[in-house]
């Protein structure tokens, strides 16, 4: 059975940081894109970022880059999202998201709550 486990959120003050976690299993990590997806209240879920296990290759929102840093430790099967200078605008609940590189098979974690401060 696949989890993805998210840890890391909180609230903050516009300008701090926070570090979201999320630790995988059940699946072969390696053929896996793993990122973050977000939805605040009124409005959709969006994509944030996500990175290739299988290559690397990074994508992140336009509005977070500069900010944000995902990365990957493969040894642990969790991926990290680093986010420095938070905005208000980036309250949401984050949640978790595994793509496989091969065929469309995908899964979500539960979600963690994001709350910045102005």
């Known amino acids: 059975e696949v989890h993805l486990v998210e840890s890391g959120g909180g609230s903050v003050q516009a300008g701090g940081s926070l570090r979201l976690s999320c630790a995988a299993s059940g699946l072969d990590f390696d053929e896996y894109a793993i990122g973050w997806f977000r939805e605040a209240p009124g409005k959709e879920r969006e994509g944030v970022s996500c990175i290739s296990n299988r290559d690397g290759v990074i994508y992140y929102k336009d509005s977070v880059k500069g900010r944000f840093t995902i990365s990957s430790d493969h040894a642990k099967h969790t991926v990290y999202l680093q986010m420095n200078s938070l905005k208000p605008e980036d309250t949401a609940v984050y949640y978790c998201?595994?793509?496989?590189?091969?065929?469309?098979?995908?899964?979500w974690g539960q979600g963690t709550q994001v709350t910045v401060s102005s």
């Open positions: 998201h595994a793509q496989s590189s091969y065929t469309l098979r995908y899964y």
